[in-house]
């Protein structure tokens, strides 16, 4: 499976952005899958998790303001981003995990797409 993040940009703060996360193959709706950040020289982050079945999770920084879904048909997954600050801008990348539930942790996740940038002016 490969994975393709899209649809970043430059906006201003409380602006609105939807990320999305095509699949090269349907067999990705079979697997948990995650959103992360990464700013140069910080660890990546967990932004939003999701299982096969829709539970969700999020990191702390954006609960309340981001909603991660997928769309099986489409074997795509989205982030929408709102009430965005200059503090969520970093580079997003998609990924999948081979393990079941919501996983937090990137280093257990086994693919990744190339990632989106998302900058957010004040």
């Known amino acids: 499976v490969q994975l393709q993040a899209s649809g970043g940009g430059l906006v201003q703060a409380g602006d609105s952005l939807r990320l999305s996360c095509a699949a090269s193959?349907?067999?990705?709706?079979?697997?948990?899958m995650g959103w992360f950040r990464q700013l140069p020289g910080k660890e990546r982050e967990l932004v939003a998790a999701?299982?096969?079945?829709?539970?969700?999770d999020y990191g702390n920084p954006v609960k309340g303001r981001f909603i991660v879904s997928r769309d099986k048909p489409r074997s795509t997954m989205y982030l929408q981003m709102n009430s965005l600050k200059p503090e969520d801008t970093a580079i997003y990348y998609c990924?999948?995990?081979?393990?079941?539930?919501?996983?937090?942790?990137?280093?257990?996740?086994?693919?990744w797409g190339q990632g989106t940038l998302v900058t957010v002016s004040s």
């Open positions: 999701i299982t096969s079945d829709g539970l969700t």
């Open positions: 193959q349907p067999t990705m709706n079979s697997y948990s």
């Open positions: 990924a999948k995990t081979r393990f079941g539930g919501l996983i937090r942790s990137p280093a257990l996740y086994d693919t």
